[in-house]
């Protein structure tokens, strides 16, 4: 159930998504723009982010590291923790935490019968798996790469809508991007110009000269427009 607040019409999301889906309901398409707690089937442990990256080692879902799944392709997820940052693996394939947005924190969702799941690595062509409590890769699924989902509550989601451009007042003085991008006041008018259709290709017509950025981009729009 997405939560927001309705003005003038229409509905602006406050970005916070309450848990109202029991475990019994999960797929792998219902998982998108939710937020989870990850628990090891292998140990019982919830994964604990620490400096360098994970480690399933939180008792209870308290304590455990709230993760956002974001969509990069059917049943495909890029995981964003509450700390904004992704599971991703490092220049020495080492599973790690960081906030650099690439191919490399897609990850592939697969489901079995006792409704856990298990992450495949768009890049790397492996499974997360746990070694004593640290992520592992594997080759082929074991018990160490499935995980259950408890579907939870946050506030720190994926920053879809980040630009790289700059804004200014009529005086010439610089706003941010939060006060820029804040919901309008019921009544407020509005000023500017937006392209509200284009089509998944729209950016490979006419000889891929007339547009810049793309349509559609896995990691999300930040990437689009780059």
């Given at each position: ?7 003038g019409?229409f509905?602006y ?12 309901e ?9 937020y ?25 879902a ?7 799944f ?6 495909e ?71 259950e989902?408890?579907?939870t ?15 200014y ?30 089509h ?27």
């Open positions: 159930m997405l939560v927001g607040t309705s003005v019409g509905a999301p406050s970005n916070c998504y309450a848990a109202t889906e029991s475990s019994s999960q797929s792998i398409y219902s998982l998108a723009n939710h989870f707690k990850i628990k090891s089937i292998s140990n019982g442990k919830y994964l604990l982010g620490n400096k360098a990256g994970y480690e399933t080692q939180a008792d209870t308290d304590s455990g590291m709230t993760f956002y974001k969509a990069s392709d059917l049943g997820y890029i995981l964003f923790d509450q700390d904004s940052r992704y599971l991703t693996y490092n220049t020495f394939n080492a599973i790690v935490r960081n906030t650099t947005l690439s191919d490399r924190t897609r990850f592939k969702v697969e489901q079995y019968e006792d409704n856990s799941f298990s992450f495949y690595s768009y890049v790397k062509k492996k499974y997360v798996g746990i070694k004593g409590t640290s992520l592992v890769w594997k080759d082929n699924v074991d018990d160490t790469c499935r995980f989902l408890e579907l509550e946050g506030n720190n989601p994926f920053p879809e809508a980040d630009v790289n451009i700059d804004f007042d009529e005086d010439g003085n610089p706003i941010t991007t939060s006060n820029v991008m804040a919901r309008p006041s019921s009544g407020e008018n509005i000023i500017g110009t937006a392209d509200t259709h284009a998944l290709y729209h950016n490979k017509g006419s000889g891929e000269v007339v547009f810049n950025g793309d349509a559609f981009s896995p990691p999300g729009n930040c990437r689009c427009t780059q």
